[in-house]
C-alpha cells in the first residue's frame, strides 16, 4: 500500500550511471512527485540483460538522505532511431516497460508493483 493518497504521479530522471561516488555532486539523478523535484544520491543502472535493468541508490549520504530508490524495470519495448546525415549521427534508442521496487521518500517507503 503506498503512504501517498490518491492518483500521485512519480517521475525518475537518471543523469550518472558509471560507478556511483556518494560525494558526486553533479549527478542529475532525481524523483518526482506531483511536478516537484527531490534530488537523488548517485544512482547506478545495472544492465542485468538486455530485458531488465536495475536502478539503486548507491548510499544514502547526510545531504539526500531522505529520497532513495531500488527499482527494477522489466522492458516490454523499444524504439530505436538511426539516422546520419553526414554532419550529424543519431543513435538513440527508448525502451518501454514496467517498474517495480521501493522509493523512500522523505522517511516513508513506497512500494511499487505491477499485477
Not at 20 to 37: N, Q, R, V, Y
Amino acid at each position: 500500500m503506498s503512504c501517498l493518497e490518491g492518483k500521485t504521479r512519480i517521475g525518475l530522471n537518471f543523469g550518472y550511471s558509471g560507478d556511483a561516488d556518494s560525494f558526486h555532486e553533479a549527478t542529475d539523478d532525481a524523483l518526482f512527485i506531483d511536478g516537484k523535484l527531490f534530488k537523488l544520491d548517485a544512482t547506478v543502472v545495472e544492465k542485468v540483460s538486455e530485458k531488465k535493468w536495475k536502478f539503486k541508490t548507491y548510499e544514502k549520504s547526510w545531504k539526500y538522505a531522505q529520497n532513495s530508490i531500488d527499482l527494477v524495470f522489466d522492458i516490454e519495448d523499444s524504439h530505436a532511431i538511426k539516422e546520419n546525415y553526414i554532419i550529424t549521427k543519431i543513435n538513440f534508442k527508448s525502451n518501454y516497460g514496467k517498474i517495480s521496487g521501493t522509493i523512500e521518500h522523505e522517511g516513508k517507503k513506497i512500494q511499487i508493483s505491477q499485477k
